[in-house]
């Protein structure tokens, strides 16, 4: 077994004992290199949350192993913290009036026994105020950067904060939200005068993101953990009409999985899922090495992932290849273009965007057949 594949086995067999301890309590870990530990707890983001079922036993994980355990445990306790304040701030613009939705992983953050990893903060705003919580946004300090989309604004940043995305629309295309969404907001617990979706569109907009949005994230431990927790707020009632939802979707199979995996804690993962979470592994392992921006690396990899998937995950990359409307280019040269002759800029765009994809494609190819071949050598992985 070469070293990469080595890598990936071991980040595999740390993940089943994760999943385990998640489930059933502590368990001793397996003896893995490094690496192997590096490329599990970048890909599950669970440290923090499985520290808390471990006890006192996280502290005694033995080796570089487990100090790289500790490391990513309290990177992720910072950064549940950084999100407590920065919703602290958003809380604040809403009391001056404006309805914000968090979204997703956020509305997890009042209780360590729910927070999950976040790497940004997803928020929903009518879009006829969206602007107006940009400015006050950028009045504390953020600045925008980055293309907006058809589901939100340029992303605000701000140094040692988390990113934010204000959302106008939780659709892949757009669409805006239906009023029985609105309706069914809720406060959020501990933020007074933030709102958090309704436990029955909380839970289908999770199984949307990561099922249809990120696919390559299909079975990571986080998301199982998010998908749980939102399962768990869920009337019966409620799973029975986001089933009915899942089942008219064209990725309805995979949110099917995904809710199946959730009800079951994580103990009743299908071969078929295994397998795929080997190859996000794997694919992961194969991608860190490249010379490439952190945007290439998520390009590649995305690429490379569908190429081992049904044609409809590499159709969903294609439709992404034009621009929405509100989108700015991060390239100064096409931006400048898009705001002077707005059609001449957007022929720019796509085109430069194609060359991206055709990039990105010609290194994915050999990355996904060694990323087939490795998982069809794992142990334990079903063909």
């Known amino acids: 077994m070469t070293g990469v594949a080595r890598t990936v086995a071991e980040a595999l067999a740390l993940r089943r004992w994760a999943a385990s301890v ?12 490094a690496d192997g530990w590096r490329l599990f707890l970048g890909a599950e983001r669970c440290a923090a949350r499985l520290s808390l079922a471990l ?69 929903l705003v009518p879009s006829e105020s969206a602007a107006a919580v940009a400015a006050r946004l950028d009045a504390l300090g953020y600045r925008a950067e980055g293309p907006g989309t058809r589901q939100h604004l340029q992303t605000r940043f701000a140094e040692g904060r988390l990113p934010i995305e204000i959302h106008v629309s939780v659709e892949l295309d757009g669409t805006a939200p239906s009023g029985e969404l609105w309706r069914r907001v809720i406060p959020l617990t ?31 431990i986080r998301d199982t953990l998010l998908i749980g927790s939102a399962l768990s707020e869920c009337s019966t009632q409620d799973v029975e009409a986001v089933e009915a ?29 295994e397998r795929r ?33 049904e044609p409809r995950y590499r159709r ?34 796509v085109a430069a965007r194609l060359a991206r994809y055709v990039f990105s494609i010609l290194l994915a190819l ?16 079903a063909a």
């Open 22 to 33: 998640l489930a059933s309590g502590p368990a001793p870990a397996p003896d893995c290199a």
């Open 55 to 123: 006890g006192d036993e996280a502290g005694r994980l033995p080796g570089p192993g487990g100090d790289l355990f500790r490391r990513r445990r309290t990177l992720e306790a910072q950064r549940t913290l950084v999100l407590r304040a920065q919703l602290g701030e958003l809380a604040g613009i809403a009391r001056e009036g404006f309805t914000i939705v968090v979204l997703r992983g956020g509305v997890t953050a009042a209780d360590a026994r729910t927070a999950v990893d976040l790497h940004d903060i997803d928020v």
């Open 190 to 220: 501990g933020f007074e005068g933030l709102r958090r979706l309704g436990p029955r569109h909380h839970l289908l907009e999770l199984l949307q993101h990561v099922g249809v949005k990120h696919s390559f994230r299909m079975g990571a």
């Open 245 to 273: 939802r899942c089942r008219d979707h064209e990725f309805g199979a995979d949110m099917l999985e995904l809710l199946a995996l959730s009800k079951s804690e994580g103990r009743a993962e299908s071969q078929a899922l």
């Open 277 to 309: 979470r080997a190859a996000a592994l794997a694919t992961a392992a194969l991608v860190a090495g490249l010379p490439l921006s952190p945007v290439g690396r998520s390009d590649v990899s995305q690429w490379v992932l569908a190429m081992q998937l």
């Open 316 to 349: 969903t990359l294609w439709r992404e290849l034009f621009p929405a409307r509100r989108d700015v280019s991060y390239a100064k040269p096409i931006a400048a273009l898009e705001r002077r002759w707005p059609r001449v800029g957007r022929g720019a765009r």
């Open 366 to 381: 050999p990355l996904a057949a060694r990323s087939r071949w490795m998982v069809n050598r794992l142990p334990d992985v």
